[in-house]
């Protein structure tokens, strides 16, 4: 195991000058942190992706441009001599401007990729130069040299052996002679060509980085001092958690706790690695630490919620007291590479959620292909703006009385699915977007306060 830490900033704690600042003062506050991962800065993804989907208007698509540039430069501005950067960034938004043009023609995957991939890009050239001008012997590094996947773009599979031999090869020597500054969120495949992890996959880029150089700890530095209960901007006496298990995390970060990627603790579960989440606003307060076991396992230990949900019903009067029409659903949603997160099953009908995996914002659709496929199967229903509310814990569906003291919580709430029993970590259930964050707030009274 390396004897080194890596350090990965979100968004918002590299935004502007000040945050950025904030982020060299932690990692020179911590001389073992020797990787520092970085996302873009806040607010530059989302127009990113809007440009990946083709602004055909001429007047949006530049102003979404000068967004870009402004973001950019007002932090550079602040810099003692930007003139190392300003070409290459300058570089990277002439780039953004050529393919979001080539969008308008044709939004692929691909050059989707491409164009997203140039806010992580831009944010290190920054991030880097910042941190030399405070004395800290930083270099910047390109994450495409060693972070290899397949070519799924935008949701792209990290191929784990390349990568940890690129990495043993190309970044590890570098981490012992400098604080190295590289990408999140993207890799590149065997041809060479850009790619991503998916939406908000920083966090298991950089899981999957401190895995392949077999880092002693991994640190999420974010705008939140750790793991909350719930979101305290639903509940606002949502209490931090001082430490939680990785199966607890793993729940929270699945059901809607963006806190954390869904895929971030697999790599640092893998090798032990234990991960410190805190906000780079407030490093002081302390955070969450995630960890193998933990002294306290309660029964209730917080709530996730992840809206944009879709759920499909498939009805089929056949199937009553039949087999394999579930095998056919499941194997018309693998071959169209559909995936589903919840199940529920009738006598007649099987409803599910479908995963959000991909770059793309908004709820997953059924594909057009998909949706004709199933028909000769059965009806199809699909239903959107609805929310998934997860209740994360331990051993609740062994424990007496559990489900009752939180449905007895729900009597004002339509709910529309449950799935409790899979899991000895949570409890979930779906019901409509709008009575979502008040059914947050009730339960986390009752359970939590």
């Known amino acids: 195991m390396s004897a080194f830490n890596v350090a990965k900033f979100g968004g918002t704690s590299v935004a502007n000058f000040e945050a950025m600042s904030r982020c060299a003062e932690i990692i020179e506050n911590n001389p073992q942190t020797r990787l520092v991962?970085?996302?873009?800065?806040?607010?530059?993804?989302?127009?990113?992706?809007?440009?990946?989907?083709?602004?055909?208007?001429?007047?949006?698509?530049?102003?979404?441009?000068?967004?870009?540039?402004?973001?950019?430069?007002?932090?550079?501005?602040?810099?003692?001599?930007?003139?190392?950067?300003?070409?290459?960034?300058?570089?990277?938004?002439?780039?953004?401007?050529?393919?979001?043009?080539?969008?308008?023609?044709?939004?692929?995957?691909?050059?989707?990729?491409?164009?997203?991939?140039?806010?992580?890009?831009?944010?290190?050239?920054?991030?880097?130069?910042?941190?030399?001008?405070?004395?800290?012997?930083?270099?910047?590094?390109?994450?495409?040299?060693?972070?290899?996947?397949?070519?799924?773009?935008?949701?792209?599979?990290?191929?784990?052996?390349?990568?940890?031999a690129a990495a043993e090869h190309k970044l590890v020597p570098l981490c012992n002679e400098h604080v190295v500054v590289t990408q999140g969120f993207i890799g590149s495949d065997d041809e060479g060509d850009t790619t991503t992890l998916g939406r908000g996959g920083s966090d298991y880029s950089a899981a999957l980085i401190a895995e392949a150089v077999q880092a002693s700890g991994l640190e999420i530095w974010?705008?939140?001092?750790?793991?909350?209960?719930?979101?305290?901007?639903?509940?606002?006496?949502?209490?931090?958690?001082?430490?939680?298990?990785?199966?607890?995390?793993?729940?929270?970060?699945?059901?809607?706790?963006?806190?954390?990627?869904?895929?971030?603790?697999?790599?640092?579960?893998?090798?032990?690695?234990?991960?410190?989440?805190?906000?780079?606003?407030?490093?002081?307060?302390?955070?969450?630490?995630?960890?193998?076991?933990?002294?306290s396992a309660p029964l209730f230990r917080a709530l996730a919620l992840r809206n944009n949900q879709t759920m499909v019903t498939l009805r089929n009067p056949k199937m009553f007291q039949a087999y394999g029409f579930l095998a056919d659903v499941f194997t018309v949603l693998a071959k169209h590479k559909i995936s589903v997160d919840l199940v529920t099953t009738s006598e007649v009908s099987v409803s599910l959620?479908?995963?959000?995996?991909?770059?793309?914002?908004?709820?997953?659709?059924?594909?057009?292909?998909?949706l004709e496929e199933l028909q000769q199967l059965c009806t199809v229903e699909v239903k959107q703006g609805l929310s998934l509310i997860a209740l994360i814990g331990n051993n609740m569906s062994e424990t007496k009385g559990s489900a009752a003291e939180v449905f007895d919580t729900l009597d004002d709430f339509n709910i529309r699915m449950i799935c409790y029993g899979a899991s000895p970590h949570n409890l979930c259930f779906l019901l409509d977007e709008q009575e979502a964050k008040q059914a947050v707030k009730a339960l986390h009274e009752e359970l939590f306060e």
């Open 37 to 164: 991962v970085s996302s873009a800065c806040s607010g530059v993804t989302n127009i990113l992706v809007e440009l990946a989907n083709g602004v055909k208007d001429d007047v949006r698509r530049a102003e979404l441009i000068k967004q870009l540039k402004h973001i950019h430069y007002n932090i550079m501005g602040q810099l003692s001599d930007a003139s190392a950067i300003e070409a290459r960034v300058d570089a990277l938004i002439d780039k953004v401007a050529t393919l979001s043009e080539a969008a308008c023609i044709d939004a692929t995957a691909k050059l989707t990729d491409h164009l997203v991939a140039c806010g992580e890009r831009m944010s290190t050239h920054i991030l880097s130069r910042l941190m030399q001008e405070r004395g800290i012997n930083a270099v910047r590094f390109d994450i495409r040299e060693v972070l290899k996947t397949d070519s799924d773009f935008g949701k792209a599979e990290p191929n784990l052996e390349a990568t940890r």
């Open 222 to 295: 974010t705008d939140v001092p750790g793991i909350y209960t719930t979101d305290p901007r639903i509940a606002p006496n949502a209490r931090p958690i001082p430490e939680i298990s990785f199966s607890e995390a793993s729940e929270m970060a699945n059901f809607g706790a963006k806190i954390l990627h869904p895929s971030t603790l697999l790599p640092a579960l893998r090798h032990q690695i234990p991960v410190f989440v805190g906000s780079s606003k407030a490093p002081r307060e302390g955070g969450t630490w995630v960890k193998q076991s933990v002294q």
């Open 353 to 370: 959620t479908l995963d959000q995996t991909d770059t793309a914002g908004g709820a997953p659709q059924l594909p057009q292909a998909t």
